[in-house]
């Protein structure tokens, strides 16, 4: 029979939300309710009859709640199976009854972690018993049913209702596959709390990670793949994947990360002036710093208004109404900004489709963190580059020396290179972007094209000459050739930064020095693929 009546219910809870509710509900039915600890007075503070668990295995709670529930009458209770003949006689032999429900959310071990708990603690919010009864119950869904998220109670009471008192086999299947994910993603928090933050270990070795489903997309890159969002299990979601969307049509995979890629670039400027950030296909094509943002914006646009058309825009201040209007003056797919005032947010609300998110303090573009990426048969993982040059770690290696213009610019380019596809060229000048070459398969091509694009917006906005005329250059990594180098000397370039390294470093140096332009090495490359 797939309906199976619940009869008797065991009740644990950390989080005791809905918790009375449902044991109200169960007692309706005269289902008979067995519980520990804080649970058990909590059901009984709203007047319902409990049995202790102590009455059912014939011990007390001991060892400060260690050990309670760890007893041949609760695990016997789950996992007989109720129509074999040595289960049932081995119940009946040692007075062992049948549990048909059990409520069980686990001990609060992500919250006491990230509340800054010492060890202690921490290791005391390990839960024992609650996962083994889960687990218990979850392998036995043929007879027991299994409830770990209170957000189900609501389900579970419609069930009982919709089958007499009774769970239905693909009821109790579906809780039992998400009981599994529970203590899968739990013990993965704690498997992952002892590696990293216990152990110092960066790369551990088994890799354990969970995610919960926030939210299915509407398909992923291109229109035939499936995609959705997940965050950490147990953790504050942080960045653009817990931003506050305030208006637009369901963001798709390419407008996560595309928002993703241009709050990463926003945030590196969070404690400097008014930037905005435009971005296409997790590409920068315009980012520009200013007295306020409605200039930023306008100067980031003015790079490549091209490839800004349908892009993402970010920024680095609470938008106000002007710099909104600006910005919808194009299609926009998504802006993404710490706050917005109501001015701000009036003008977005006349574009339907255009996506405003707020995302509240900008992360920290020094945090550390490991990103994974899925290759064929495995995963390959790297820290996160937070690298950073401070100015008196740059090494001039020309004859002249870059002016302190030059200098600013030359570290506004780099900043902005770190976030462009390799091979990636910047040309910047006076706190804006004046050309970007990305994902080419040679630095001489990416050079080239910035500079093309840079032409074109001076042709574009009726400019006397292009802005990469005097402007700083920066690659992501060293020029191997000087053919690269003078690429952006025919650019007009009077400043270079540079990872350096290679073989032929003097060769660009002499072609740096003939040509008159300062150079500086950084000793750091900033491949992005």
């Given at each position: 029979?797939?309906?199976?009546?619940i009869?008797?219910?065991?009740?644990?809870v950390?989080?005791k939300?809905?918790?009375?509710?449902?044991?109200?509900?169960?007692?309706?039915?005269?289902?008979?309710?067995?519980?520990?600890?804080?649970?058990?007075?909590?059901?009984?503070?709203?007047?319902?009859?409990?049995?202790?668990?102590?009455?059912?295995?014939?011990?007390?709670?001991?060892?400060d709640?260690?050990?309670?529930?760890?007893?041949?009458?609760?695990?016997?209770?789950?996992l007989?199976?109720?129509?074999?003949?040595?289960?049932?006689?081995a119940?009946?032999?040692?007075?062992?009854?049948?549990?048909?429900?059990?409520?069980?959310?686990?001990?609060?071990?992500a919250?006491?972690?990230?509340?800054?708990?010492?060890?202690?603690?921490i290791?005391?919010?390990?839960?024992?018993?609650?996962?083994?009864?889960?687990?218990?119950?979850?392998?036995?869904?043929?007879?027991?049913?299994?409830?770990?998220?209170?957000s189900?109670?609501?389900?579970l009471?419609?069930?009982?209702?919709?089958?007499?008192?009774?769970?239905?086999?693909?009821?109790?299947?579906?809780?039992?596959?998400?009981a599994?994910?529970?203590?899968?993603?739990?013990?993965?928090?704690?498997?992952?709390?002892?590696?990293?933050?216990?152990?110092?270990?960066?790369?551990?070795?088994?890799?354990?990670?969970?995610?919960t489903l926030?939210?299915t997309?509407?398909y992923?890159?291109?229109?035939?793949?499936?995609?959705?969002?997940?965050?950490?299990?147990?953790?504050?979601?942080?960045?653009?994947?817990?931003?506050?969307?305030?208006?637009?049509?369901?963001?798709?995979?390419?407008?996560?990360?595309?928002?993703d890629?241009?709050?990463?670039?926003?945030?590196?400027?969070?404690d400097?002036?008014?930037?905005v950030?435009?971005?296409?296909?997790?590409?920068p094509?315009g980012?520009?710093?200013?007295?306020?943002?409605i200039?930023?914006?306008?100067?980031?646009?003015?790079?490549?208004?091209?490839?800004?058309?349908?892009?993402?825009?970010?920024?680095?201040?609470?938008?106000?109404?002007?710099?909104?209007?600006?910005i919808?003056?194009?299609?926009?797919?998504?802006?993404?900004?710490?706050?917005?005032?109501?001015?701000?947010?009036?003008?977005?609300?006349?574009?339907?489709n255009?996506?405003?998110?707020?995302?509240?303090?900008?992360?920290?573009?020094?945090?550390?963190?490991?990103?994974?990426?899925?290759?064929?048969?495995?995963?390959?993982?790297?820290?996160?580059?937070?690298?950073?040059?401070?100015?008196?770690?740059?090494?001039?290696?020309?004859?002249?020396?870059?002016?302190?213009?030059?200098?600013?610019?030359?570290?506004?380019?780099?900043?902005?290179?770190?976030?462009?596809?390799?091979?990636?060229i910047?040309?910047?000048?006076?706190g804006?972007?004046?050309?970007?070459?990305?994902?080419?398969?040679?630095?001489?091509?990416?050079?080239?094209?910035?500079?093309?694009k840079?032409?074109e917006?001076?042709?574009?906005?009726?400019?006397?000459?292009?802005?990469?005329?005097?402007?700083?250059?920066?690659?992501?990594?060293?020029?191997?050739?000087?053919?690269?180098?003078?690429?952006?000397?025919?650019?007009?370039?009077?400043?270079?930064?540079?990872?350096?390294?290679?073989?032929?470093?003097?060769?660009?140096?002499?072609?740096?020095?003939?040509?008159?332009?300062?150079?500086?090495?950084?000793a750091?490359?900033?491949?992005?693929?």
């Amino acid at each position: 029979m797939d309906n199976r009546v619940i009869k008797r219910a065991l009740l644990s809870v950390s989080d005791k939300n809905g918790l009375v509710e449902l044991g109200q509900a169960l007692a309706q039915r005269d289902v008979m309710l067995i519980s520990t600890g804080g649970t058990a007075k909590a059901l009984r503070d709203a007047g319902l009859t409990v049995s202790d668990i102590s009455d059912v295995t014939g011990f007390p709670e001991m060892m400060d709640g260690r050990v309670k529930t760890l007893h041949p009458k609760v695990h016997g209770g789950l996992l007989a199976v109720r129509d074999n003949e040595e289960h049932v006689a081995a119940m009946k032999a040692h007075e062992i009854e049948a549990i048909d429900l059990v409520i069980v959310n686990l001990y609060p071990f992500a919250q006491t972690v990230a509340k800054g708990a010492d060890r202690d603690e921490i290791i005391e919010n390990i839960d024992i018993g609650g996962p083994s009864m889960v687990r218990s119950a979850a392998k036995n869904h043929d007879a027991v049913t299994i409830i770990t998220d209170p957000s189900d109670y609501e389900s579970l009471i419609a069930e009982l209702a919709a089958h007499d008192g009774a769970t239905s086999l693909s009821f109790r299947r579906k809780m039992a596959a998400k009981a599994y994910a529970a203590t899968a993603a739990y013990d993965s928090m704690i498997a992952s709390w002892f590696a990293f933050a216990d152990q110092g270990q960066l790369f551990p070795e088994t890799l354990t990670f969970g995610g919960t489903l926030a939210s299915t997309l509407r398909y992923g890159e291109n229109p035939h793949q499936q995609a959705a969002l997940y965050l950490p299990t147990g953790m504050a979601a942080r960045g653009i994947s817990a931003a506050e969307q305030v208006q637009g049509k369901e963001l798709s995979y390419n407008n996560y990360n595309d928002a993703d890629a241009a709050l990463e670039l926003v945030s590196e400027f969070r404690d400097g002036p008014p930037t905005v950030v435009i971005v296409k296909h997790a590409n920068p094509c315009g980012v520009a710093s200013a007295d306020n943002l409605i200039d930023a914006y306008h100067a980031a646009l003015q790079c490549d208004s091209v490839s800004a058309f349908g892009g993402i825009v970010a920024v680095n201040r609470p938008l106000d109404g002007p710099t909104a209007e600006a910005i919808t003056e194009i299609f926009t797919e998504v802006v993404a900004a710490p706050a917005a005032d109501d001015a701000a947010r009036a003008v977005f609300a006349k574009k339907k489709n255009l996506r405003l998110l707020i995302t509240g303090e900008l992360p920290d573009p020094a945090r550390p963190g490991l990103m994974v990426k899925n290759i064929t048969g495995g995963y390959l993982l790297q820290s996160r580059d937070n690298g950073h040059v401070a100015d008196d770690e740059l090494k001039i290696v020309t004859k002249r020396a870059p002016t302190a213009q030059e200098l600013a610019d030359c570290r506004f380019a780099w900043t902005v290179a770190k976030h462009v596809k390799s091979n990636a060229i910047v040309y910047a000048k006076d706190g804006m972007t004046a050309g970007i070459g990305a994902g080419q398969m040679n630095r001489r091509d990416s050079a080239r094209i910035a500079a093309a694009k840079a032409l074109e917006a001076a042709e574009t906005y009726g400019w006397d000459a292009s802005r990469t005329i005097g402007s700083a250059v920066a690659s992501d990594a060293f020029f191997p050739f000087a053919d690269g180098l003078l690429a952006a000397v025919e650019a007009g370039a009077t400043a270079v930064i540079q990872p350096g390294g290679s073989m032929r470093d003097q060769e660009v140096i002499d072609a740096a020095d003939e040509a008159g332009l300062a150079m500086v090495f950084t000793a750091m490359r900033h491949f992005r693929h």
